[in-house]
């Protein structure tokens, strides 16, 4: 059994705030049910009056200072069996200087002015602040031990999201650097034979640059820019690879606005030109189209040719691999991917439910 100070898990303000106010709540409900205890007991309002006023405010001070003592030994490594042992002599010690006290209090009394048998007082005022202070005592590491475990979940829980965060701020810097640098060693090559289509195609680079820059560090994109960004990838790949390349989009409207994990089409669009440019179509339009079903988003590219080990395209490393482990962490098991063939043309299909995870 662990125990920790019941200041943890809290900001040092909030905790210490949330303990003064409990203790000194605490106490004063103690200090009035002691009252109607030691009336009914004792049979005295006066002697009543003066123990309470005596002995509830010193057994407030003795366990403030107790929880303060306690806080700050906390994370030294003190075993639980010296810190229970240390908590049963605090409630021996203290039950015995409030007994003597509360005795010295009665033989202010003329005798007969309290009901209680002589020599008891004593005897019945430890046993009194014994069961107090016990029960104060086991309500405190309770409620410690209970904020030290929500304190280790929020630990927890912190450090998966920072790793998340670092895993996905990885597999963005993933998408690009090949992409750019093909690119520009196809405009290159492009200079001295074809100046007019590396000079469009550094303009159509430019464009789509400007996307990928304004939007770096967002995570997230509107389904409107991705598709911008996916029509201005696909000219890039027209005029690198000089073949009759299209895209036609089928849009919902509704679906426009709709926030996505930023390149999310780039990867399906790209992984159609990489794969079904195998194929010997002189005109390859790639399709996409998003539409709602529900409380899903649905998008889907397909391309012509013929599918090939899908599960490795899926689950492999990739463009498609990244994407599915950033779907994964984006929205975890509310998300379905999708690669099969139908008729001539290969579709990747993706579905979204409910908002994306913040990074």
């Not at 920072?162 to 895993?167: G, I, Y």
């Not at 996905?168 to 034979?193: G, K, R, W």
């Not at 195609?201 to 990928?212: G, H, I, P, V």
Request: glycine letters at 8%; hydrophobic letters at 45%.
């Amino acid at each position: 059994m662990k125990f920790t100070s019941i200041n943890q898990g809290l900001s040092p303000g909030e905790s210490s705030l949330g303990f003064w106010r409990a203790q000194t709540l605490g106490w004063v409900f103690l200090a009035i049910v002691g009252f109607f205890i030691r009336l009914a007991i004792f049979g005295n309002a006066t002697a009543a009056f003066w123990l309470t006023a005596a002995l509830e405010p010193l057994a407030f001070v003795l366990t403030s200072g107790a929880a303060v003592l306690h806080g700050r030994r906390s994370g030294k490594g003190d075993p639980p069996l010296l810190v229970l042992v240390c908590a049963v002599l605090f409630c021996l010690t203290a039950s015995a200087l409030l007994a003597s006290i509360a005795y010295g209090i009665h033989s202010l009394f003329l005798p007969g002015a309290i009901r209680v048998l002589p020599g008891n007082q004593y005897r019945l005022g430890f046993l009194y602040y014994m069961g107090m202070l016990s029960i104060w005592t086991l309500i405190y590491f309770g409620v410690s031990a209970e904020l030290s475990a929500r304190t280790e979940r929020l630990s927890k829980m912190k450090a998966e999201t920072r790793s998340l965060k670092l895993e996905l701020e990885h597999l963005q810097l993933q998408i690009e650097p090949h992409f750019l640098f093909n690119s520009l060693n196809t405009i290159v090559a492009e200079i001295a034979d074809r100046p007019a289509i590396a000079e469009e195609m550094t303009r159509s680079l430019a464009e789509y640059l400007r996307y990928s820059l304004d939007r770096r560090g967002r995570g997230l994109s509107r389904l409107e820019e991705e598709i911008e960004a996916a029509e201005a990838y696909v000219r890039i790949q027209a005029l690198r690879f000089d073949k009759k390349l299209e895209c036609r989009c089928q849009i919902e409207p509704a679906t426009l606005e709709i926030n996505i994990p930023r390149m999310t089409l780039q990867g399906l669009v790209e992984n159609a030109i990489k794969h079904g440019m195998r194929s010997e179509h002189a005109h390859f339009p790639i399709c996409i189209r998003t539409r709602l079903q529900g409380d899903e988003l649905l998008i889907e590219v397909d391309n012509p040719g013929r599918l090939h080990a899908p599960f490795d395209l899926a689950n492999g490393g990739g463009g498609l691999g990244n994407l599915c482990r950033r779907l994964v962490l984006r929205y975890p098991d509310r998300h379905a991917f999708l690669l099969e063939q139908r008729g001539e043309r290969t579709v990747a299909q993706i579905r979204l439910r409910g908002e994306p995870e913040p990074a």
